[in-house]
């Protein structure tokens, strides 16, 4: 007997408060100092798949 999987809806978000927010966060620069520890991370991570 096989299970019968029920496709999932999507989340209909209808306070505009919370869309609004989320728009702002996404919106939003990404900060100097957090690029920079990106970019130093992502090099250790080069040098380590490089060995």
Request: hydrophobic share 40%.
């Amino acid at each position: 007997m096989a299970a019968k999987i029920k496709p999932v809806q999507p989340t209909e978000i209808k306070d505009k408060k919370i869309i609004r927010e989320v728009i702002e966060q996404i919106r939003k620069p990404i900060p100097a100092a957090t690029l920079k520890r990106h970019e130093k991370e992502e090099e250790a991570l080069m040098r380590l798949l490089k060995k």
